[in-house]
């Protein structure tokens, strides 16, 4: 059973729209969420939420989580082409002792239209 | 300049040819990931180091191991490539076990 389940899995918007991309998560030992941003290389590290209705924002996206009902949301405002990739979620959680994981979601790819 | 460096970034193997991947870091992390891509897919966890304390995924394949010499290196060796382990891995690193990973490049690896 997935860990963390992220929705929609495809996307096909135009420029200038908003999209909200989901990610839920299991609690067990939760430690972090994070998002990545994966276009035809290594992911990019966008956002890590560890607290619950605090909303960090960089330019024109924004994330929040919510620890009560155990979700994630990726905010992208005025969209641009440039915009176009994969966007991963990832919960880090705690394994055994003092050791961490990391585990992604399978990720929203959106395509940007002109 | 990049922080997690991952070598070779294209890598063409035969058929059960052993083969290693390398990795290195500057920024001196505790935690070093191993992780398989393939095509359309997310990021899949092979195993992780925690200092020198290795942790392997239950269903990663006896055919991957991994060293960690010391706290800069890593590799990930495949003993016997089969045509299905092609795909991208992708190293990453983080300081500890609650904090954002970094990744390198990757390494696409090609098996003939």
């Known amino acids: 059973e997935d860990k963390v389940v992220q929705s929609p899995l495809s996307l096909v918007v135009h420029e200038g729209d908003t999209v909200t991309l989901n990610c839920s998560y299991e609690v067990t030992n939760f430690r972090s969420l994070l998002w990545y941003k994966q276009e035809k290389k290594a992911p990019t590290f966008l956002f890590m939420l560890t607290s619950s209705g605090i909303e960090k924002k960089s330019g024109r996206l924004s994330s929040i989580l919510d620890k009560k009902e155990l979700f994630s949301i990726l905010n992208i405002t005025a969209t641009q082409t440039g915009d176009s990739a994969v966007y991963l979620c990832?919960?880090?959680?705690?394994?055994?002792?003092?050791?961490?994981?990391?585990?992604f979601g399978k990720g929203t790819k959106l395509s940007v239209k002109p | 300049d990049a922080m997690v460096i991952q070598n070779p970034r294209y890598q063409v193997t035969q058929f059960g040819k052993p083969v290693t991947l390398s990795c290195s870091q500057t920024l001196n992390h505790n935690v070093m990931y191993w992780y398989q891509q393939k095509s359309s897919q997310a990021p899949k966890l092979l195993f992780h180091?925690?200092?020198?304390?290795?942790?392997n995924e239950a269903d990663t394949p006896d055919n991957f191991q991994s060293r960690r010499p010391n706290t800069s290196f890593c590799f990930l060796d495949i003993r016997s490539p089969g045509l299905g382990d092609a795909a991208m891995y992708l190293c990453?690193?983080?300081?500890?076990?609650?904090?954002?990973?970094?990744f390198g490049q990757g390494t696409r690896l090609t098996v003939v």
């Open positions: 990832a919960e880090t959680f705690r394994r055994g002792g003092s050791q961490g994981n990391l585990i």
């Open positions: 180091y925690y200092d020198k304390d290795f942790n």
């Open positions: 990453a690193t983080s300081r500890d076990s609650t904090g954002t990973a970094f």
